[in-house]
């Protein structure tokens, strides 16, 4: 399971890789996407992104372009898949919260059915 920083960074790489197999980013691509709210400096973001590659997401390869650090950034499998493992994940919340609202409507009505019984 990813850690709110590594969630919002492989967002991030996925959507600048735009259904593609890898791209070509620099580190300040990565931080304009990220929200605003969020300060990740340079140095915490190759800590994330080394940990995502380490988790299997990505391929990593640090560059040098005219001077700017650059990642040369190619998706695996996970990579591919994150998308739809965070809205499977979204849809297991919206259940279980679904799942509790029932159990609370029919816990309410059960203790109405006795109170009119006794």
């Given at each position: 399971m990813l850690s709110k920083y590594e969630n919002e960074v492989m967002s991030a790489v996925y959507s600048l890789c735009d259904g593609t197999d890898g791209c070509l980013v620099?580190?300040?691509?990565?931080l304009s996407i990220l929200p605003a709210k969020r300060k990740i400096s340079q140095e915490k973001l190759?800590?994330?992104?080394?940990a995502l590659k380490c988790d299997g997401y990505f391929d990593l390869i640090p560059s040098e372009r005219k001077g700017e650090k650059m990642y040369v950034i190619s998706l695996k499998e996970s990579g591919f898949a994150y998308k739809r493992t965070a809205k499977q994940k979204q849809r297991d919340i919206t259940f279980k919260i679904f799942l509790a609202f029932v159990g609370a409507l029919a816990t309410f009505i059960f203790g109405l059915i006795l109170k009119a019984i006794f």
């Open positions: 620099s580190p300040i691509d990565i190759d800590d994330i992104l080394n």
